[in-house]
Nanobody, 125 residues
Framework: QLQLVESGGGLVQPGGSLRLSCAVS????????IGWFRQAPGKEREGVSC????????YYLDSVKGRFTISRDNVKSTVDLQMTSLEPEDTAVYYC??????????????????WGQGTQVTVSS
């Protein structure tokens, strides 16, 4: 059964760091691009970062460039999102999603065949 499970969320002060992890099972990760999305209360889900199936192409939302880094380990079947210099505006539920091979056209709901349940990230003093 195809499954994505997010972990690593929590409460952090502004300027702090968190590392989110997306563990995948039930399918061959080598054939899928993995994206991280987030949804804040009252807002639409937005694509934050994405990495192609071979890891040779990445995407970052402008507001997180230079602060977030996405990486993947196809052997361990995990995709991580390292988040630094966190801001209150980063507060949201973070989801990982999977789609065939590429991050092209990333956006919700058109991108993403499979989704995890989400993990809460709260940035507050």
């Amino acid at each position: 059964q195809l499954q994505l499970v997010e972990s690593g969320g929590g409460l952090v002060q502004p300027g702090g760091s968190l590392r989110l992890s997306c563990a995948v099972s039930g399918f061959d990760l080598e054939h899928y691009a993995i994206g991280w999305f987030r949804q804040a209360p009252g807002k639409e889900r937005e694509g934050v970062s994405c990495i192609s199936s071979r890891g040779d192409s990445t995407y970052y939302l402008d507001s997180v460039k230079g602060r977030f880094t996405i990486s993947r380990d196809n052997v361990k079947s995990t995709v991580d999102l390292q988040m630094t210099s966190l801001e209150p505006e980063d507060t949201a539920v973070y989801y990982c999603g999977a789609d065939d091979y590429f991050c092209d056209g990333i956006g919700y709901p058109q991108w993403g065949d499979y989704w995890g349940q989400g993990t809460q990230v709260t940035v507050s003093s």
